[in-house]
């Protein structure tokens, strides 16, 4: 059984009722929902014009890989008519636009990295649950 906190939050309409749904769909597609924070506000980070976010964790019991529970969180949102508008400010002057890893050098040492984005995750949050939960 995997463990996972999921943030939930909704800055649009009935807010509190966008989580309530959201808690229903993730209870019915991902699995149990364990433990709920309180719902609390927060304001909206680097852009402009956004009402502020109703947010809350949950811990979810659940059988579902790292990527099923991505594509079903991504489905639920979908479901619920989540679209994702951003009016982002002006980047700051210490702001990095992108970051890059040159491994010629590692690969010279003889290092070939086979492991895909899904894979690497899941260690990371295996690796993380025995370090720390």
Not at 45 to 67: C, F, M, P
Not at 85 to 109: E, G
Request: charged share 20%.
């Amino acid at each position: 059984m995997n463990k996972v906190y999921l943030q939930l939050g909704s800055n649009l309409g009935e807010r509190d009722q966008f989580i309530a749904h959201a808690v229903n769909e993730i209870s019915e597609h991902i699995g149990k929902i364990n433990i709920c924070s309180k719902i609390y506000e927060s304001t909206p980070w680097r852009v402009d014009g956004q009402e502020n976010y109703l947010n809350q964790i949950i811990k979810v019991e659940t059988l579902l890989s790292a990527e099923d529970i991505l594509f079903a969180a991504l489905k639920i949102e979908n479901q619920l008519g989540r679209v994702s508008l951003k009016n982002y400010l002006p980047m700051h002057p210490a702001d990095v636009k992108s970051t890059q890893a040159d491994i010629t050098k590692a690969q010279a040492l003889g290092y070939n990295p086979t492991t895909t984005i899904y894979e690497g995750i899941k260690h990371f949050a295996d690796w993380f649950k025995s370090m720390y939960i």
